[in-house]
T-cell receptor
């Protein structure tokens, strides 16, 4: 069964450093998402991506964040200068089509900012 | 604005007992509603979804949920809980349209199953 994969599973970084979180969505999917979950809190939407551009972003997704689909398979989230409060689990998701369809989630990357 | 409320932060049930997890939503139009489960250290797995038709939907692992428009609810149920059901459960609604369609999640309900 096709699945969304994410690497690394755990990333530890120093405050102020840049990190890139990688995702490989399901191959025939068209819509891509990043969500984050701070420990003990709800899952929050960050950004959606379709047709090689951002379609919507939340207020969390400020200028420190960027997304890219550099080739036909990868979907990346970059944080330019990490802050302590960026420590969270980051989930990638992809969707085939249709608002009622399932978004498939990856296993997540746990980001720890020291 | 669309929102999802899960009133119960933590629920404890005995194995074999029935389960109901509550979810209330606030949404102007007919919502697309989902229940996801998250086991420790795992990603989010879809249990079931509703977007039209029969208001009682069946999902995986023996779960079902009922959409009640009059109560703005989409409660998750299982007649007999298994120890492996211990996890965190999230109710979610799709908001946005076109290419957006992001999920708005509730704050989750942590389920503990006693032997």
């Amino acid at each position: 069964e096709p699945e969304v994969t994410q690497t690394p599973s755990h990333q530890v970084t120093q405050m102020g450093q840049e990190v890139i979180l990688r995702c490989v969505p399901i191959s025939n999917h068209l819509y891509f998402y990043w969500y984050r979950q701070i420990l003990g809190q709800k899952v929050e939407f960050l950004v959606s991506f379709y047709n090689n551009e951002i379609s919507e972003k939340s207020e969390i997704f400020d200028d420190q964040f960027s997304v890219e689909r550099p080739d036909g398979s990868n979907f990346t989230l970059k944080i330019r200068s990490t802050k302590l409060e960026d420590s969270a689990m980051y989930f990638c998701a992809s969707l085939d089509r249709g608002p009622g369809n399932e978004q498939f989630f990856g296993p997540g990357t746990r980001l720890t900012v020291l | 604005a669309q929102s999802v409320t899960q009133p119960d932060i933590h629920i404890t049930v005995s194995e074999g007992a029935s389960l109901e997890l509550r979810c209330n939503y606030s949404y102007g139009a007919t919502p697309y509603l989902f229940w996801y489960v998250q086991s420790p250290g795992q990603g989010l797995q879809l249990l079931l979804k509703y977007f039209s038709g029969d208001t009682l939907v069946q999902g995986i692992k023996g779960f079902e949920a009922e959409f009640k428009r009059s109560q703005s609810s989409f409660n998750l149920r299982k007649p007999s809980v298994h120890w492996s059901d211990a996890a965190e459960y999230f109710c979610a609604v799709v908001r946005g349209s076109g290419s957006a369609r992001q999920l708005t999640f509730g704050s989750g309900t942590q389920l503990t199953v006693l032997p």
